[in-house]
């Protein structure tokens, strides 16, 4: 399981920096990780931590002049796709690697109808005639649990709510059988009912073709639900990696701790503990450990030194420098 | 702690009955629907149904729907920002509906709003202080240096230094927005809150500071107040009774802690089975909706959550189910349940 070889997409120390007007800012800090098929990997992070900017990255997906990848690299089956060309990502992009967003409105084109844009992503793709991508298109949306698909081929985004759009969304992004899906946030904009739902459609359709998912999000509940192992992310650095279930039963970096007292289920008496402070802005980030102002464990050294990401048995990797003296037991028992 | 409280308020109930400082009945909010810019209105909107509500002095109670369920527009037709289509709203014993503009304005310094979006809802152009103060003017409540003095006291009181008050909103993050907002609605001393969705544009950990500081406001001052989420859990852990809406009606209403151990009706139990679960234990079953919500234009007949029911049986489309009582305080709109 833990043989290099068997991963599909393997990020080795990227760093991606955005270009502003105050100068560079250093959004992702070497982040490394590895995800194999059939697996999902939830990347867990607050705002200006960096996972939105780590999943354009991998697509090249930066706003051109504005972000660029500063170092690293980004192996998927073994090419490297940070010095791959340009026609060659376009190949990759929706065949091999599909990528789906929080705002399923703005992804689809409002002037044409589902089918067509389904059909379209297909026939970039393969070759097929317009009537067999439009086969292909309903099918797709049959296997997204769409009602009535024939119907729908012919309708537009506006004639569909929110649940519905993103559905047609992964339609589109399935229908060449990626082997790597990245979502970012993409139940975040649906209620809780339409969530499940969508969570539910991308595990059943991993279980039926084997793709690696990485599912880019802030909420706890989601990579729960979701994620097989787990990566949170703390002002553009891996800070915690784990199996999911270890990570929320015995985190280890104070600030996952912290992450999982602030949750309401768990609140102790009538008030949460809640994690001082805001997260640091990219612009100007702490010294040493990145989290240690907010850090109710941090000593001396934590502003000075930068912990390095070290094992921690089992295939854990904790960024602390005091890990092995802070208590693992949280008491995450659901309040009655 | 949130017992001890909650006895507290049945004991002096018990006692001298403490009458609601917000009373709610039968809500109407019906909107116009057109095709095109000038079209005739071709049909109706319900986004409010009927809803009637209570809310105590320090009492928080919490509304839970999912988009289209129409909480929002509750909220905004209790403190007539929407004029409401029928219906009555009593503040404090008086029928709000039936004051003109000049009188409602008296009331409007004791009803007071916090927004979703603390990056939305603040002038860009004002200083954080000016943004605190704005009600003090407008409500003519104190000039010069009492007015400055109240800024710095209600600064505090949010968790933000004086020092805040010569710096522009763009300096501030989310969380410090947010204690802004807040700090604006407890400007002119309302006794009424209604708080929509006040931490959902948040990051977790700074979430936690949000409602703490709600909590510690409510227990100061003794507001009562209308949370509006669509997230079951931040409205369980702050809510002391939690109203659950569907399609513009209200379905289920309960004392927070039973509402979550004994949910009664079936739209309640699917929601709370489908929130992700973090924890020990084994997750709730889940309970699969099929389909989206139906259009408010056209709601079906009878129970309006029939069309998704997983019980659902050919006498849900008749009438339009009473709320029942199914527990001490708790009440729901099924046929099909029966009191506990």
């Known amino acids: 399981m833990n043989d290099r070889r068997d991963a599909i997409l393997r990020v080795e120390e990227l760093h991606t920096q955005f270009l502003t007007s105050h100068g560079p800012v250093h959004a992702v800090n070497g982040v490394s990780f590895e995800i194999r098929p059939g697996e999902t990997l939830g990347l867990l992070g607050e705002s200006g931590s960096g996972k939105s900017t780590i999943g354009l990255s991998m697509l090249r997906l930066l706003p051109p002049g504005r972000g660029r990848i500063s170092g690293g690299r980004v192996l ?17 992009r929706g065949r091999d690697i ?34 067999a991508a439009m086969k292909r298109a309903a099918e797709m949306l049959e296997m997204v649990g769409m009602p009535d698909p024939g119907r729908r081929l012919g309708e537009y985004p506006h004639e569909l709510s929110g649940g519905m759009r993103q559905r047609v969304v992964i339609a589109a992004a399935l229908a060449c ?25 991308i595990a059943d359709i991993q279980h039926r073709t084997g793709m690696a998912v990485l599912f880019i999000t802030h909420d ?71 989290f240690h102002p907010r850090c109710q464990e941090a000593k001396a050294d934590c502003a000075q030194t930068l912990p390095a990401l070290t094992e921690a048995g089992d295939g854990r990797r904790v960024r602390c420098l005091h890990w092995h003296n802070i208590a693992q037991d949280m008491d995450l028992r659901v309040r009655a | 702690m949130n017992v001890l409280r909650t006895n507290q308020l049945a004991a002096s109930e018990a006692t001298t009955p403490l009458p609601p400082l917000l009373e709610v009945a039968n809500l109407q909010k019906s909107f116009p629907v057109r095709h095109g810019l000038l079209g005739r209105p071709t049909a109706t909107l319900k986004a409010v149904a009927g809803v009637s ?15 289209g369920s129409g909480k929002t527009t509750t909220g905004r037709c209790l403190l007539r920002l929407v004029e409401s289509s029928a219906g009555s709203i ?27 979006d603390p990056y939305d809802s603040l002038n860009e152009r004002m200083t954080i202080g000016d943004l605190v103060g704005e009600a003090l003017t407008i409500h ?57 969705e006040p931490v959902s544009a948040l990051d977790l950990s700074v979430q936690a500071q949000i409602l703490n500081l709600l909590l510690d406001i409510r227990d100061r001052l003794n507001v009562g107040m209308l949370f509006i989420s669509h997230d079951l859990s931040v409205v369980r852990f702050i809510a002391d009774r939690v109203l659950v809406m569907y399609l513009g009606k209200i379905v289920e209403s309960a004392p927070a802690a039973a509402l979550y151990e004994r949910a009664a009706h079936p739209y309640t139990q699917a929601l709370l089975s489908a929130a992700p679960f973090v924890g020990e ?9 099929l389909g989206d919500l139906p259009s408010p234009v056209d709601p079906p007949t009878g129970c309006v959550f029939r069309t998704r029911c997983p019980s659902a049986t050919a006498e849900c489309s008749a009438n339009e189910p009473p709320m029942r009582p199914v527990g001490p305080n708790h009440f729901a709109a099924c046929i099909h349940l029966t009191a506990s």
């Open chain 2, 281 to 289: 234990g084994q997750p709730r079953q889940r309970i699969r909706l």
């Open chain 2, 53 to 67: 509500l209570q809310v105590f002095p320090g009492e928080i109670v919490g509304l839970v729907g999912e988009s």
């Open chain 1, 220 to 290: 706890l509940g989601v990579v729960a639900e979701i994620a097989h192992r787990a990566i949170v992310l703390y002002a553009g650095r891996v800070v915690e990696e784990a199996d999911t279930q270890s990570l929320l039963a015995r985190p280890r970096m104070p600030y996952t701790q912290g992450l999982l007292r602030s949750l309401p289920q768990f609140a102790k008496g009538h008030r949460l503990a809640a994690i001082p402070g805001a997260v640091p802005n990219p612009r100007s980030l702490p010294t040493g450990c990145a």
């Open chain 2, 90 to 116: 009593k503040f404090d014993g008086v029928d709000l509906m039936g004051l003109s503009a000049r009188e409602l304005r008296r009331f409007r310094r004791r009803m007071q709003i916090i927004f979703q």
């Open chain 1, 76 to 92: 998927f089956g073994g090419e490297d796709l940070v010095t791959a060309s340009e026609k060659r990502m376009r190949r990759l």
């Open chain 2, 140 to 196: 003519g409540l104190a000039v010069g240096a009492v007015r400055r003095d109240r800024i710095f006291e209600l600064l505090q009181q949010v968790g933000l230094g004086s020092e805040f008050a010569d710096r522009y909103p763009h300096t501030l993050s989310g969380g410090q927005r947010q204690r802004v907002g807040i700090a604006r609605a407890l400007a002119a001393g309302p006794q009424f809150l209604v708080a929509d």
């Open chain 1, 177 to 201: 059988q990626p082997k790597l899906l990245i979502g970012d946030e993409p139940t975040t904009a649906l209620d809780v009912t339409v969530q499940a739902q969508i969570l539910d459609l």
């Open chain 1, 98 to 131: 599909a990528m789906i967003f929080q705002e399923s409105l703005s992804a689809l084109n409002p002037v044409y109808t589902i089918g067509e844009q389904i059909a379209e992503v297909i026939r970039q793709h393969e070759r097929l005639d317009r009537r």
